[in-house]
């Protein structure tokens, strides 16, 4: 067993960054589909939002507790603790607003909004990191951009509350993607999640007291699910960073949409439209196209 696993792990460490970082990123994907199904699941209680945030954080911080015990104090050493500030600023306003989101508009709705993030995203990596962004990349998030046009029809009524809760979480997931990015430039991928984790699980912790509800009993499995979901989330995401520029990461964040709506189909009854179809569809070739052009 352990021959097989150094195998595998040799043959993945052979591997070019690109190819990794799409690994990483379908893994991402999936994990997403699962964590948006409890995002949904568990904002149509009565728990407030800012309650839900601490679960997601504390039990996800529960998970590194491994992490903690090999790596030791250097797990909590780094010299940008102002920057994990910011990111842990951004992370919660864009979880808050996340969970009031997921709680008036389906998650095929949320997850479109939600790639407005890569444009702003890549617009920022230009302008800020000096990212050298190519033009078959920059027709990708476009593409990208039109199926989520097509897919929430602008002038058709959609969720009002809900598309611009969701809207709002896009502009800081943007920037906070980007924060991401200069984090892994010095810390390795895992450190930057902990860190933040820590950070935001303290902080999320006085809003949850003021507003605080017990849960129904049938409501912890899925509260405590949030969290190693949630850190599955962003572990796979953040060494996605760590492999590649904040602007093929985020075209290939594309793949997450479909999952989505699968997932609305098989848990929620949520049956997208022709329209959802056929901007999902687009996104999935933009996604090939960077891949293979980019």
Known sequence: ???????????????????????WMILSSIFFAVYISLGRYTAQT??????????????????????????????????????YGIRS??????????????AFAPVAVVTAISYV???????????????????????????????ILIILRPGIDVVEIGAWLALANAFLMGFGALVT????????????????????????????VLTWTWPQPEYWPYLIALGPIAMLVHVTLTRAFSCADASFVMALDFMRLPLVFFAGILIFSEVPSIYLIAGALLICWSTFYVYRKG
Do not use: H
Not at 181 to 208: G, Q, R
């Open 1 to 23: 067993m352990n021959v097989k696993y150094l195998s595998d792990f040799r043959l993945f460490s052979s591997l070019d960054q690109k190819t990794k970082c799409v690994i």
């Open 46 to 83: 009565e728990l407030n939002p800012l309650q839900l945030n601490f679960f997601r954080l504390f039990f996800a911080l529960i998970c590194f507790l491994p992490w903690v015990i090999v790596r030791g104090r250097g797990f909590f050493q780094t010299d940008q603790i102002w920057t």
């Open 89 to 102: 600023t951004i992370s919660l306003a864009a979880m808050s607003i996340w969970f009031w989101s997921l």
């Open 117 to 147: 993030a890569p444009l702003i995203t890549a617009v920022l990596a230009v302008l800020i990191l000096k990212e050298d962004v190519s033009r078959r990349r920059w027709l990708s998030l476009l593409v990208g951009f039109v199926g």
């Open 181 to 208: 990015k200069m984090l892994t430039t010095k810390d390795d991928p895992d450190k930057v999640v902990f860190i933040s984790t820590l950070i935001m699980t303290s902080v999320a912790l006085i809003p949850a």
